[in-house]
């Protein structure tokens, strides 16, 4: 027979940790196009992992119009003990900002920048078939956040 004081431990074990937050769904090269500042835009994501278990994101934008704008940015970013994302985005104009974030199911949100300068936040909503909407916006004096580019992506096929 079994010990009660066995049975007793058994069920107050604390139960099995939860898995830690990841962002290797949204790992892979995306291509798609959409809407930037109005204008329309086509855009690349490479998400891929990176050192000790970060997340590596590498951005071109380019917008339609006589020159063409185009951007850049690449972002690392982790989690710590507490699944809280952190991270830097870097981008061709000179900016670094500080990123935090989460994930939930299928949506990663980051918000970022700073009171001083502008805050900002990126949804990144994955979809069915390898699809991923993201959505960009700042924060305005009113307390109303405006969309500034919403993109829609699809994850292109892995090279062999």
Partial sequence: MTPLWWAAAVLAAPAAPAEPPSLAAWHGSWAGGGQAFGKP???TLDIVAGESGATRLVYRLTIVGEPPVTYSADADYAFDAK???AGTWSDSHGRKRPVAGGVQAATW???WGSADVEIGRSTYELG???TLAVSDSVLQADGRWR???ALKYRRKPEAN
Avoid: C, Q, S, Y
Wanted: hydrophobic share 45%.
């Fill in 147 to 149: 969309v500034f580019a």
């Fill in 83 to 85: 699944g809280r994302l």
């Fill in 128 to 130: 069915e078939g390898d």
């Fill in 41 to 43: 835009a086509t855009a």
């Fill in 109 to 111: 949100w980051t918000h």
